[in-house]
């Protein structure tokens, strides 16, 4: 996915490439005509990224009835949303943990977003979508999200708000780790990442 990058945070230059600091804080702020972004590539080939992921203010739109539901399991075309992707090394399989701050507001007045993975099996194969539910407002403050991202051989397993997907997509060797966010703020909180099978390496 090719993006226009609005800023960058000099915290990753200072990383190992084998696992985070522990944990990452990112705050991630973008209008709607660009992109702000991190990425990192990553040995495996094994890979588990965790964190918390909350929206904070969004920008307003002037066209209020863009297609925001997700329907049949097909992604929706918006304009404001963050995403944690994990890409492979050929840029063909990858996923992305989307969530998606709707236009509308329920009937108690509370703001909504929609939780969902977008994934591709390989370059070839068209782009898909698999629900996770939504997180609402509390007050003025959205409800934080934790999510996991476990990925081992031919399989990569979702977990995120108490609901969990296992998508059959390979990743591997050589992997890109990408925090990313348009037309509004978010809050990447406790990221870390490293091997499936062992913790994270500590900051030093």
């Known amino acids: 996915m090719r993006k226009v990058l ?7 230059a200072l990383l190992p490439a084998a696992a985070t600091a522990a944990p990452l804080k ?5 209008p709607l005509s660009s992109w702000s972004q991190l990425d990192q590539v990553l040995p495996g080939p094994t890979h588990r990224i965790s964190g918390v992921l909350r929206p904070g203010q969004m920008e307003e739109i002037q066209d209020p009835s863009l ?4 329907k049949n ?13 994990l890409t492979a090394a050929d840029h063909g399989p990858y996923l992305a943990l989307r969530i998606t701050p709707r236009y509308e507001r329920d009937a108690a007045g509370q703001s909504i977003a929609d939780v969902y993975v977008q994934f591709r099996r390989d370059e070839d194969a068209a782009d898909e979508g698999r629900p996770l539910g939504t997180i609402v407002t509390r007050g003025y403050l959205w409800e934080r999200l934790p999510f996991s991202i476990d990925a081992r051989g031919d399989r990569v397993i979702v977990e995120a708000g108490g609901q969990r997907t296992e998508l059959p997509i ?4 050589g992997a ?20 499936a099978a062992g913790a994270a390496v500590a900051a030093r």
Do not use: H, K, Q
């Open 6 to 12: 609005w800023s960058l945070c000099p915290l990753f």
């Open 26 to 30: 990112f705050f991630c702020a973008a």
């Open 67 to 70: 297609p925001l539901i997700i």
């Open 73 to 85: 399991g097909n992604v929706p075309s918006t304009s404001r949303y963050a995403d944690v992707t």
């Open 170 to 173: 390979r990743i591997g060797a």
């Open 176 to 195: 890109e780790v990408e925090l990313s966010c348009i037309g509004g703020a978010f809050n990447f909180e406790n990221m870390e990442w490293g091997a």
